[in-house]
């Protein structure tokens, strides 16, 4: 087995009953940043700062899950920024264009970035083409789409209720928007435990030959977790629109690719499928949007944030990687 | 030139691989090397071959000791082998993967036409079909495999391993090879070869090293001194047992499956037979015959063209596994249960419990998963699986245990005809015993079988009735008295009577 | 076997038509689509291109990805840039140290990947957000303008229809097309890229094709960042910023396999070819830029079911 495979198989291997170890290791990382942070910048824990970071972090998680959502089968979603973008325009559209009620346009919103996800993965099941290149194709196309239609005009005349959303406040400290963020965790969490549909997504995901003598219906399962990557950007993207007030073009894109890897990659969801880290994903979030906001609150460059995070990223995973390989050696029986 | 491994010893994480081993391999001699699976051949094999060290012993070529850093050490060395899995480059010319170490060059480029004289050379000795020129990806298994031979002889080895490289060839090619093996043997090369398959160790070794356990039971024996039980009990450390199967009585009426004229995409014609609950029908053939194509054709997986298939009395159009699980009560055990039959990354109860997941989840869907292991944990049990958890990852489990992993879930979900395709292949003797007596207990309760398998013993033990495919057709039908003798000459006239003549094997 | 047969096997052929019908039908309806003015200014969008293009297929000939080609070859601009503008480099200097930064960041990526073990896409997604990073700290977003009068006179010349900016990419073409077909190492990148386990065996190094793929990916990214800074006449920090989509897009429908061990260099250079024909009459042809991304998901669509349709028929899936 090439070193690669094995580390991938190290990987999955903590997950083979959905385990916890790795997560604690990144849950000390993110707690020592939070002590480093809050002793240089005071107002790092003011509850403005922790509204903040929670509000951004809401996003960032969500948008992660839409990724691990397709990392699950085994492939990834190219598009998470596109249909994200779509969601955004469409919900504002129907919100202040159409004068839609609230709920109705988020609804028809979440709907086309589930039907988005949807059509996806009926290319990439019926085709046979990697998820890779169909997303990557699909993600021109929905943006280009959606270019095209809404001419780049930004939305700026959306209900007030949805800037309000945006900007309220539960016990002073935390937004709605990561109390819903975590609530699709807790949601993802159990389904990809203790659902049916979730044990047959990550049977295809480990092994899609396997799964399908086994008979589990491979390619509905594949279009469905494709939708649900759909509905979950579409969901982000939402969740923008309410921090924003507003409905921008310049949302979403190219953007979102990194944080949408990163969640998932930190937390310990396998880019070769077969398994999640719902509680990882949110971690890996959260490590990245702490680094950003500590960054913010030190004053040090933005500029200089992506290479940490770049580095950060890198260490991450070889720590990783070199307590997969030690566990290994040592012959601890994995769970 | 020889090659010696004097106490050599391997440890990996949790097991001892190879305890004190040795091996004689003299230059200008077959050597067999055989044993059960986890008995240490391929690790012995990679020690050899270059890919890991050993941690304690020597490694002695013409009694210089050496040490093989890297699978080019050893092939500079002049150790050339022919490994289990394919080991080619699907894109590249047949010409250019035998060459790959060494390509010709003219001024500094890559020389095609060289590339394709020199191997010719070495094809030619075994197929002279095969296209140097042809890309690998176009060929069939078997001329892959004699790719990979052609490959190993081109390198001029003085030592030549192989290991199971009769697997898919057929016996023709078989023949050709052995020939072009002795030939080698009597210039001097120093052959190793490592098969499961009896008769053809008889046939070509002159002295045989057995490995039991990570042990030597035999070293360099001469293969003049062995016989069949003596091999057998010193392989699995006791007299062989042949299966007990029970007798049944199959009621010729209650029909489950029956196939009428039916023809395949993959190119099956005229395919008809019955099936009956209870009744273990064997589907024998050689590699190539079309046996698993026509599983998987039934099972929705490839696609019937002409023909029809009634499952109990009734058409029945599959589209899927999905499909025939669910509404058929099929199941298949797949002849490739690491790729197809398992979920190396996944648990036990995942594994088995993937048929009957459906029943188990409660009113809004949900499972338990202590509802999925208990529902799981009797299957284990009765197929004695050994395993300290129902958690362990089956990639971490034994060959043997694997199979019975893989056959658990059919049994899970209770299925009444069930296709078994090559259920024992690279198992050991003794779970390839329980595993035949499994399957007689599974007939007895009711269910239908279908055995694909290319293993005379094994068919002739377990079936009441054999078909016989060969060149994708059904060419004969055998009612089987279990008498080994009169059986497979039976089964093997059939064969012959439509393809070409081949040699008789010996021993 | 018949000719239809023959060409269906020879994969850039449906490119190959694609472009001849696009040309002919761009000279039809845009009658400016001719004349030597637009051919080069259509020819001179492709350099850069180009060499993106084979930064990435050289990676996915070994079936791996960069992540990082964009954010290493903004890099290395931003550092041609600024030993040109701050420290007064002859160019006959800063482009071989240009050059030698972008096979540094390969070779940093290379060895992560090949010494860790862990995937390259993880790899250079971490090194690209760190080179971006690096290379906005340095330059706090603001480019370096001072470029020398005789490059950005070389990114302007042209002969005929011919710029000057295109010659290197199409030396590069060549030079990239008889390495892969012709030469030991090269067909050995292809090798361990098509069965990594069975090129192993065969005694080819893991770690030196690895390395070797990024170091050449990241020299040509380099390469394509020296381009940029010529023909946009300064060094900006964004170079790079929107090349990592059109990286993957052209290699793959020029016919590269995403798994690795198949890549045409002929087949990315008319897929890049086809993408600046199309850039180019939706400019002549007025229409929305906006057009250009859905054109772009179009296509790839297109040549990948092109592709498996071609598998599928030749018998050779």
Redesign the interface.
């Given at each position: 087995m090439?070193?690669?495979a094995?580390?991938?198989m190290s990987a999955r291997r903590r997950f083979g009953l959905g385990g916890v170890p790795a997560q604690f290791g990144l849950a000390i990382i993110i707690a020592a940043f939070w002590a480093v942070f809050a002793w240089r910048a005071p107002g790092f824990l003011s509850p403005f700062n922790l509204f903040s970071v929670g509000r951004a972090l809401a996003v960032d998680i969500v948008i992660g899950f839409a990724q691990m959502a397709a990392l699950a089968t085994g492939g990834m979603n190219l598009s998470v920024g596109s249909i994200g973008v779509c969601a955004v325009m469409t919900g504002g559209y129907l919100m202040q264009t159409l004068a839609l009620p609230v709920p109705v346009a988020i609804l028809g919103a979440l709907g086309l970035g589930a039907a988005l996800g949807w059509l996806n993965g009926f290319?990439i099941a019926r085709?046979?083409?990697?998820a890779?290149?169909?997303t990557?194709?699909?993600?021109?196309?929905?943006?280009?789409?959606m270019?095209?239609l809404t001419?780049?005009v930004p939305l700026n005349s959306l209900p007030m209720e949805v800037g309000a959303f945006g900007k309220m406040k539960i016990a002073g400290l935390v937004s709605p928007l990561l109390v819903i963020a975590l609530a699709v965790g807790l949601v993802l969490f159990v389904f990809y435990r203790h659902s049916v549909l979730g044990r047959q997504i990550l049977a295809a995901g480990a092994n899609a030959r396997a799964a399908k003598m086994s008979g589990v219906p491979v390619d509905r399962v594949i279009t469905i977790s494709h939708a649900l990557s759909g509905l979950l950007a579409a969901t982000a993207g939402m969740m923008v629109v309410a921090h924003l007030g507003a409905a921008m073009p310049a949302v979403g894109g190219?953007d979102w690719l990194?944080p949408s890897?990163l969640g998932p990659?930190l937390g310990g969801t396998p880019?070769s499928g077969g398994a999640v880290a719902v509680a990882g994903t949110m971690l890996g979030a959260l490590l990245v949007t702490t680094i950003r906001s500590g960054l913010l609150v030190l004053q040090i460059?933005n500029?200089?944030?992506?290479?940490?995070?770049?580095?950060i990223?890198?260490l991450a995973?070889?720590v990783d990687?070199y307590r997969a390989l030690y566990q290994e050696r040592r012959g601890i029986p994995m769970r | 030139m020889g090659l010696a491994l004097e106490a050599v010893s391997k440890t990996f994480p949790g097991v001892k691989a190879l305890d004190s081993v040795s091996l004689d391999l003299k230059a200008g001699e077959i050597h067999a090397l055989m044993g059960e699976n986890g008995a240490g051949k391929s690790t012995l094999i990679k020690i050899v071959?270059g890919?890991i060290r050993p941690d304690s012993g020597r490694v002695l070529l013409d009694g210089r000791a050496v040490q093989f850093g890297?699978?080019?050490d050893a092939?500079?060395e002049g150790v050339s082998a022919v490994?289990q899995?394919?080991?080619?480059?699907?894109?590249?010319s047949v010409g250019?993967n035998i060459l790959?170490?060494r390509?010709p060059?003219r001024n500094?480029?890559?020389d095609y036409g060289a590339v394709a004289r020199e191997a010719r050379r070495y094809l030619e000795l075994l197929d002279p079909g095969i296209d140097a020129r042809a890309?690998v990806?176009?060929l069939s298994v078997a001329q892959m495999q004699i790719v990979e031979i052609a490959k190993a002889l081109s390198s001029e080895a003085k030592i030549l391993l192989l290991d199971e490289p009769t697997a898919s060839i057929t016996e023709h090619e078989t023949a050709a090879l052995f020939k072009l093996l002795r030939k080698l043997r009597d210039d001097g090369v120093a052959i190793v070869f490592v098969s499961h398959k009896l008769e053809e160790v008889f046939a070509i070794a002159d002295r045989i090293t057995v490995l039991r356990d990570g042990k030597n039971v035999a070293r360099g024996a001469p293969m003049e001194d062995m016989t069949r039980q003596t091999l057998v009990s010193l392989m699995i450390g006791r007299p062989e047992r042949v299966a007990e199967i029970a007798e049944r009585q199959v009621d010729p009426s209650r029909v489950v499956l029956e196939a009428r004229g039916l023809s395949t995409t993959r190119g099956h014609k005229n395919i008809t037979f019955a099936l009956r609950y209870g009744e273990i029908l064997g589907l024998y053939g050689l590699v190539g015959a079309g046996r698993s194509e026509l599983a998987h054709a039934i099972l929705g997986d490839a696609r019937i063209s002409g023909g029809e298939l009634l499952i109990r009395g009734e058409p029945a159009r599959i589209r899927d596994v999905h499909d025939a699980s669910t509404r058929f009560r099929m199941g298949y055990v797949s002849e490739d249960r690491k790729q197809e039959g398992l979920i190396l990354m996944h648990s036990i109860t995942r594994n088995v419990a993937v048929t009957i997941w459906r029943r188990l989840a409660n009113v809004i869907g949900l499972i338990n998963p202590r509802a999925e292991s208990r529902a799981v944990a009797p299957f284990i049990k009765r197929l004695d699986v050994r395993t300290p958890s129902l958690g362990q990852l089956v990639g971490n489990l034994s060959g043997g245990n694997q199979q019975k992993v893989s056959i658990a879930k059919w049994l899970a979900v209770q299925s009444e005809i069930l296709i078994i395709d090559e259920p024992t292949v690279g198992i050991d003797i003794k779970t390839k015993t329980y595993l035949h007596e499994l399957i007689g207990e599974i007939a007895c309760e009711g269910a239908a079988i279908l055995l694909i398998s290319s293993d005379m013993a094994e068919m002739i033990t377990l079936a009441d009735r054999i078909l016989v495919m060969h060149g994708f057709r059904l060419v004969g039908e055998v009612a089987n008295d279990h008498q080994y003798e009169t059986t497979s000459r039976a089964i093997i006239g059939y064969i012959h009577a439509v393809g070409d003549v081949t040699p008789a094997p010996a021993g | 076997m018949t000719l239809f047969r023959r060409l269906l096997l020879v994969e850039w052929s449906g490119l190959a038509v694609a472009i001849l019908l696009g040309a002919l039908a761009l000279s039809v309806i845009a009658p400016n689509f001719l004349t030597e003015f637009n051919l080069y200014v259509m020819l001179r969008s492709l350099s850069v291109g180009l060499l993106v293009a084979f930064a990435q297929m050289v990676t996915l000939g070994v079936g791996q990805m960069n992540i990082a080609v964009g954010a290493l070859g903004g890099l290395t601009a931003i550092i041609f840039g600024a030993t040109i503008e701050l420290y007064g480099f002859p160019l006959l200097l800063a482009i071989p140290l240009a050059l030698a930064i972008g096979a540094l960041g390969g070779l940093i990526n290379g060895l992560?990947t090949a010494r860790?073990?862990?995937?390259a896409?993880?790899?250079t997604?971490?090194?690209?957000?760190?080179?971006?990073?690096?290379n906005?700290?340095i330059t706090?977003?603001i480019p370096f303008y001072k470029m020398p009068a005789s490059l950005v006179a070389f990114g302007d010349h042209h002969l005929g229809a011919m710029p000057y900016l295109l010659v290197a990419p199409l030396i590069v073409a060549f030079l990239l097309g008889?390495f892969f077909s012709?030469?030991?190492p090269g067909?050995e990148l292809?090798?361990f890229g098509?069965?990594?386990?069975?090129?192993?065996?065969?005694?080819?190094?893991?770690e030196r094709v690895v390395v070797s793929a990024h170091v050449l990916s990241g020299l040509l990214a380099a390469a394509a960042a020296v381009l940029a800074v010529a023909q946009l006449g300064s060094a900006q920090p964004t170079i790079g910023a929107d090349w990592?989509?059109l990286s993957?897009?052209a290699p793959?429908i020029g016919g590269a396999?995403?798994t690795g061990?198949?890549i045409s260099v002929l087949g990315t250079l008319f897929a890049v070819l086809l993408l600046g024909l199309i850039q180019n009459g939706m400019v002549l042809a007025k229409v929305?830029p906006?057009?250009?991304?859905?054109?772009?998901?179009?296509l790839?669509?297109a040549a990948?079911?092109l592709n498996?349709w071609r598998a599928v028929n030749s018998?050779?899936a």
């Open positions: 090439t070193d690669e094995m580390s991938e290319v085709s046979g083409v990697s890779f290149i169909i990557l194709a699909s993600a021109n196309l929905y943006s280009g789409a270019l095209i001419k780049a190219e990194l890897f990659v880019l460059g500029y200089w944030l992506q290479l940490y995070l770049g580095v990223l890198l995973v070889l990687r | 071959t890919l890297s699978p080019r092939l500079s490994h899995e394919r080991n080619l480059i699907p894109r590249f250019e790959l170490e390509l060059t500094g480029l890559v890309k990806l176009s | 992560l860790t073990g862990v995937n896409f993880i790899i997604l971490a090194t690209a957000s760190a080179f971006t990073g690096i906005f700290g706090g977003s008889l012709r030469a030991a067909r292809l090798a098509g069965n990594p386990q069975a090129a192993e065996l065969s005694g080819i190094s893991r990592l989509l993957f897009a793959i396999a995403l061990g198949h929305d906006y057009w250009v991304q859905f054109v772009l998901g179009a790839i669509l990948v079911g498996r018998g050779v």
